[in-house]
């Protein structure tokens, strides 16, 4: 029974983050550096490279799914704060499913609003920021 209530919760979420994205706040996200498959931190704000906390939804996603709504998620959240570690709670997260550790491939982190962010995990666990999103049909291996 538990088990359904943990896939109906994460899908009880989308609908809110696409619904925030209706007139989206503009925020943005990436990579806490030393970034790892085991201890993955994004950090949060309104522009990059300035952290700053904001009130969101977080979902990760593997590259190239057509929405964030239909794809495999291995990690959705809710944040009010300016950083959060895939897979572990902590003040102001609140998360809502979580597949982890990622295994290795791309993913992007939709971040309600205006921020994503993509990355590849490698074999080795290091984590890599990519600089543009990967083009759709790219899941998993890039």
Request: with cysteine.
């Amino acid at each position: 029974m538990s088990a359904v209530r943990r896939r109906v919760r994460p899908l009880l979420l989308v609908p809110a983050v696409l619904a925030l994205s209706a007139c989206p706040q503009v925020t943005a996200v990436w990579l806490a550096p030393g970034a790892t498959a085991d201890h993955l931190t994004l950090i949060l704000g309104r522009e990059r490279g300035r952290e700053r906390p904001v009130s969101a939804a977080i979902l990760v996603t593997r590259c190239g799914e057509p929405s964030p709504a239909t794809a495999e998620t291995p990690f959705i959240a809710s944040v009010q704060g300016s950083r959060v570690t895939l897979g572990r709670p902590g003040p102001g997260v609140r998360i809502e499913q979580w597949n982890g550790p990622l295994a290795p491939g791309c993913y992007v982190a939709h971040l309600s609003g205006t921020g994503s962010v993509a990355f590849r995990v490698e074999p080795n666990g290091r984590v890599v920021e990519l600089g543009d999103l990967p083009p759709s049909g790219s899941a998993g291996t890039n």
